[in-house]
């Protein structure tokens, strides 16, 4: 591109959803409705985690970190894309928009990292399970916490860097929030190698994780194939059940996403994807965990009598 095109941008326009703009007060009641409901979710799950001794165990302590990041992951899309609804002028700064980018895989990395590290403490509990708590203990837990935060941090540290370096020629951002294909589009200059840096960190954290998350559970469900009883089986798988559940809506979504060459990018694509990944997977994920746990359900069920008597006690 000739240089002499190049402007100083400040900020950027987001174009969101411009084919469903007759629809955006529909869309903002709905996501409203969605990231409060995403919001309720996760504290609930925090609240009673930390607040009933029953939950003082890694797998819930890992949980509740899980909620506690569903809730930063969504929020740092969320109430953005519910402003650009509302407003006609859909723009963000350029501070606004790097800051938004690293929180998005910044958090998104500690989320995936968390993942493989629930899938071992699964792998602990039923393949070593007399050496479980001697392992898997409180200092223990609060390392690996610590080393998902600060191996997330080192991984998006570099790229971000990079890229907030970058000249831009183009304001509009073809996406509801600062993702990293789209604001490449918008630069000055040839990005192939930064795109291909991108990719090999993405699939890096991605397939590392899935990998290390996989082989866990191969020797999972190879000791759950041993136990003699039905019942005995059954109650093993039901404690991996869940967090399965929420590993495939997680890697499958996001490796569509960033695993794959940036030729074969659908932006249109992308923002479906993303919309449900940034938006959907966060609210599903607290439900997921307390519908299959009936641990979860019970203190649930005990927290909403313990309101109901006390409402009814002052009324």
């Known amino acids: 591109m000739n240089m002499q095109n190049e402007t100083t941008v400040t900020e950027f326009t987001l174009t969101a959803f411009p084919a469903l703009q007759k629809l955006r007060i529909f869309l903002f009641v709905v996501l409203l409705f969605t990231y409060m409901l995403t919001l309720t979710g996760n504290s609930v799950v925090i609240s009673l985690i930390w607040a009933d001794n029953r939950f003082q165990t890694p797998m819930y302590f890992f949980l509740s970190n899980l909620s506690l990041l569903d809730i930063s992951y969504t929020t740092t899309v969320t109430p953005k894309l519910l402003a650009c609804l509302l407003q006609e002028r859909k723009s963000i700064s350029l501070a606004g928009c790097f800051t938004q980018i690293y929180f998005f895989f910044f958090l998104g990395t500690v989320e995936f990292i968390l993942l493989a590290v629930m899938s ?121 059940a869940s967090h399965i559940t929420v590993v495939s809506i997680a890697y499958g979504s996001n490796i569509f996403m960033y695993v794959r060459p940036s030729q074969s990018h659908s932006l249109d694509i992308d923002k479906v994807t993303a919309a449900l990944t940034t938006i959907m997977t966060p609210l599903l994920n607290p439900f997921i965990y307390s519908l299959r746990n009936e641990k979860v359900k019970e203190a649930l069920r005990e927290a909403i009598t313990r309101l109901m008597s006390l409402l009814y006690k002052r009324t």
């Not at 080192?154 to 790229?159: H, R």
């Not at 630069?187 to 290390?212: G, K, P, Q, R, Y």
Request: proline content about 4%; overall charge positive.
């Open 120 to 240: 071992f403490d699964r792998y602990m509990a039923i393949c070593n399970p007399l050496r479980y708590t001697i392992i898997m203990n409180s200092r223990f837990c609060f390392l690996l916490m610590l080393g998902c935060w600060m191996g997330a941090f080192l991984s998006v540290l570099y790229p971000i860097i990079v890229v907030s370096g970058l000249p831009f020629c183009y304001k509009e951002i073809s996406h509801f929030f600062c993702d990293i294909a789209p604001l490449l589009q918008a630069a000055c200059i040839d990005t192939h190698f930064i795109e291909m840096i991108s990719f090999i960190l993405s699939s890096l954290v991605l397939l590392t994780s899935l990998m290390f998350t996989t082989v866990s559970y191969a020797y999972i469900i190879s000791t759950i194939l041993r136990i003699p009883s039905a019942q005995g089986r059954q109650k093993a798988f039901s404690t991996c």
